[in-house]
């Protein structure tokens, strides 16, 4: 049992160029959502999904695209990188149950660097 | 979701009971006190969670007054392995991984 698989697990990228973190769950979770994370910080939401085709915004959007085709794959696009970009970048799932909280998992994230 | 309020770091010795307590005035009646752990370089990783009174796993404790205003994680003889930052959450979210809301936690730093 996989989990949450993120990859790359490291990417060094000049300001400007894009690309894409891949994010992958294998649990059939409903709920897919991207963090980032600043040195000393807690996490930030980017963008959020509740299922294939739905996307939302988070509390920090801009600069960041989102797409869920399937319920396994949300990828998380940078469209033209700036150092304010530089973080550590979380993807996380979970299943729905309604009121009672249930367990989100965390893939092992992403250290994204921009130059 | 009810604001938190926990310790910004914590030091402890292997083989100690540490007990980090999460401050949550605003509690409200449906939401339930999560907590998760996050070692350096990795994703946050869910411990426990709690309504009311006492909770008890293989990893941890969480004791819960009865005014439910606050809660105590407690982790029985701490290893080095421990050190890591937990974080203690507070509401009714379901499984919206969107409405996880992480402050800064508690760096609970282990020394042998």
């Known amino acids: 049992n996989a989990g949450v698989t993120q990859t790359p697990k490291f990417q060094v990228l000049k300001t400007g160029q894009s690309m894409t973190l891949q994010c992958a769950q294998d649990m059939n979770h409903e709920y897919m959502s991207w963090y980032r994370q600043d040195p000393g910080m807690g996490l930030r939401l980017i963008h959020y999904s509740v299922g294939a085709g739905i996307t939302d915004q988070g509390e920090v959007p801009n600069g960041y695209n989102v797409s869920r085709s399937t319920t396994e794959d949300f990828p998380l696009r940078l469209l033209s990188a700036a150092p304010s970009q530089t973080s550590v970048y979380f993807c996380a799932s979970s299943f729905d149950r309604g009121e009672m909280n249930t367990e989100a998992f965390f893939g092992q994230g992403t250290r994204l660097t921009v130059v | 979701l009810a604001k938190t309020t926990q310790p910004i770091s914590m030091d402890s010795y292997e083989g100690q009971e540490v007990n980090i307590t999460c401050s949550h005035n605003?509690?409200?009646?449906?939401?339930?006190i999560t907590w998760y752990q996050q070692f350096p370089s990795q994703g946050p990783r869910f411990i426990i969670q709690g309504y009311k009174t006492k909770v008890t796993n293989e990893v941890a404790s969480l004791f819960i007054p009865a005014d439910r205003k606050s809660s105590t994680l407690s982790l029985p003889r701490v290893s080095l392995s421990d050190t890591a930052v937990y974080y203690c959450?507070?509401?009714?979210?379901?499984?919206?991984?969107?409405?996880?809301?992480f402050g800064t936690g508690t760096l609970l730093a282990v020394q042998p």
């Open positions: 605003n509690i409200a009646t449906n939401d339930y």
């Open positions: 959450l507070v509401g009714a979210y379901g499984g919206a991984t969107n409405k996880l809301i």
